[in-house]
């Protein structure tokens, strides 16, 4: 491991890098607004995230700090909430990004987070103001729908474990973490962390956002429908590339885990919940013999569609046989997912929820050195072909 010097000096290269090629701007053309992990709100994230662990280190003669203000200052900020689809625009480019891809969103967050300043955080939760409005009027109706629902024989059913969904004239949210709801409580969480004063105003938004994620309301990604394309650009320029396509519904940017991870990392006392440590128990069972996690089916179900509580259930609750895994294992090379959608996010997620289920410790290391084991083979193997070199869907998130 290098000593702490040598470290330091890698960091001061490739911060100087970034400033060379990518400096701060004083205009944004629409195109360039592409939320957290692809634009400048996401380096001014960077340098924030510097200058707390090296806050002495000097960049081009300023301190980190310096330059996360620089970089954040000209993104920016909506006059507007974002607006919900009506029941007459249920379709994908009118479903509303929420996730770290909003630039809405992420935008004003780091703002807040850069800045200290709880103007900014008031500004963020106006934003998010009709989108609360909407998970307040949906809980509510879902609590009332519970309670007026026959009691069922069990007596030890948890407030937690939904009733059936109910047929609603919108369709629901988006959850995962690139376009939906587990992003907005990353970003409730980064801004808690960050600007400590703020919880008293977050902590409201963050119950609410996760009442709903645990209601009756499917986890759902827009990316993991064929119009996906379609979804991404509703918030980008035309000419802005689609992302990849999601290869799983349970990893960690467009899955269930990357939902289960921001639930609990946001309120650690839902990890309690039986109805989470069954979720996270599925996704364990679902890892091949070979250290992967299966890609889903041809035939995906529609990002709106509403199975039954029992269907979700069982479809959590039942490991895949081995029949089902013998064509995954042996089907041929997929294209790689890195961190998006690959085993290398997946075991971030794991090692991050691990502390929070103690009783699944055994499954979640065994796990985890499984996948490790995969994705070392395939890092050392010549005939597996050569990702790209990039953070979120190349190789490099496998040094992680």
């Known amino acids: 491991m290098d000593d702490p010097s040598t470290q330091t000096i890698k960091i001061l290269t490739h911060l100087s890098k970034t400033l060379s090629l990518s400096p701060p701007q004083s205009t944004h053309p629409p195109a360039t607004l592409t939320g957290l ?9 960077l340098f924030l995230s510097v200058s707390a662990h090296h806050p002495r280190l000097q960049i081009h003669s300023y301190p980190a700090i310096h330059w996360a203000r620089a970089y954040i200052s000209n993104i920016p900020t909506p006059s507007a909430p ?9 379709t994908a480019r009118d479903i509303p990004v929420l996730g770290l891809l909003s630039d809405d969103l992420a935008g004003p967050a780091i703002r807040a987070c850069v800045t200290k300043d709880l103007l900014h955080v008031r500004k963020f939760l106006a934003i998010l103001s009709l989108v609360l409005e909407h998970i307040i009027s949906s809980n509510a109706n879902a609590n009332s729908s519970s309670s007026s629902a026959p009691m069922s024989n069990s007596s030890t059913t948890m407030d937690l474990d939904a009733p059936e969904p ?5 369709p629901p949210l988006p959850s995962c973490l690139l376009h939906g ?5 990353y970003l409730l969480r980064l801004i808690r962390h960050w600007v400590p004063s703020s919880a008293p105003l977050v902590c409201g938004a963050i119950v609410h956002v996760s009442e709903y994620l645990l209601g009756p309301h499917p986890w759902t990604c827009p990316s993991r429908s064929p119009t996906s394309s379609q979804s991404y650009s509703h918030s980008h320029s035309p ?21 289960l991870t921001q639930l609990v990392l946001t309120s650690p006392p839902l990890a309690a919940s039986p109805v989470l ?43 895949p046989t081995p029949t089902q895994q013998k064509p995954a294992a042996k089907s041929s090379p997929r294209p790689p997912r890195g961190f998006a ?7 971030l997620s794991l090692l991050s929820l691990r502390p929070f289920f103690p009783s699944l410790h055994d499954r979640t290391d065994d796990a985890v050195e499984k996948a490790r084991e995969f994705l070392w083979a395939r890092a050392v193997d010549s005939d597996v072909p050569a990702e790209d070199v990039n953070l979120f869907y190349g190789s490099l998130s496998t040094a992680l």
């Open 37 to 45: 992990p692809t634009s400048h709100t996401g380096t001014a994230y």
């Open 82 to 90: 974002i607006s919900l689809p009506s029941s007459t625009q249920e």
């Open 166 to 170: 109910t047929t609603t004239s919108t």
């Open 181 to 185: 709801l587990a992003g907005t409580l």
């Open 239 to 259: 000419s802005s590339p689609s992302p990849p396509p999601p290869e799983d519904t349970h990893g960690t940017t467009h899955g269930d885990l990357g939902i």
């Open 277 to 319: 440590t069954s979720r996270l128990a599925a996704l364990l069972d679902l890892q091949l013999p070979n250290g992967d996690w299966p890609a889903p089916s041809t035939t995906s179900p529609s990002p709106h569609s509403q199975p039954s509580q029992s269907e979700i259930q069982q479809a959590l609750d039942a490991p």
């Open 341 to 347: 959608s690959g085993p290398q996010g997946l075991v």
